[in-house]
């Protein structure tokens, strides 16, 4: 019982030594982007840009978003998305928001939503925030990004496997 409770106890030091994020990793490569009232009424369009240098190849981004969102149309649909290095992520899927507008839901609403993207490489990545319109919608959908407020992404370089 001894041995298992040094062993332990060696990796725990091993670990925090290597700054707590696994073997050999070191510190934590987590960015925060940040912009007070963006307020854009683009409907279609590149909205933000910006370059994050990614340390490791076999890693994931994290990508999250939080601000507010707004679409007032009803019977119409917005839809915000993240791009890297100009394309949307395919590994394990694309990191998106979408709202779907009807008469009673007119308010202009903070939002979040994250997600992961395998298989991008090392070194500098361009990471693009979108506006657009929904699978199966032709018609734009009065979309609004930022209204009077701060409007935040935070990109996180992760060790993470991928699901089922």
Known sequence: MMDIIHTQNKIMEHFLHKGGYGFGFGQPNI???TWNNMNNGADIAKLLSF???KKRSRTALKLTWS???Y???AGRCARWYFTLNGRECSTPGKVEMIIYSNPTNHGYVQH???GA??????GKVS???????CVGYSSTQNAYTGWNSRSQIFVEELIIGLGN
């Open 31 to 33: 960015r925060q982007y």
């Open 51 to 53: 370059q994050f240098r």
């Open 71 to 73: 679409s007032r149309t």
């Open 112 to 114: 979040s939503f994250t």
């Open 67 to 69: 601000g507010n969102l």
């Open 117 to 122: 993207c395998h298989g991008i490489a090392a």
């Open 127 to 133: 990471i693009g925030f979108h506006v657009g319109k």
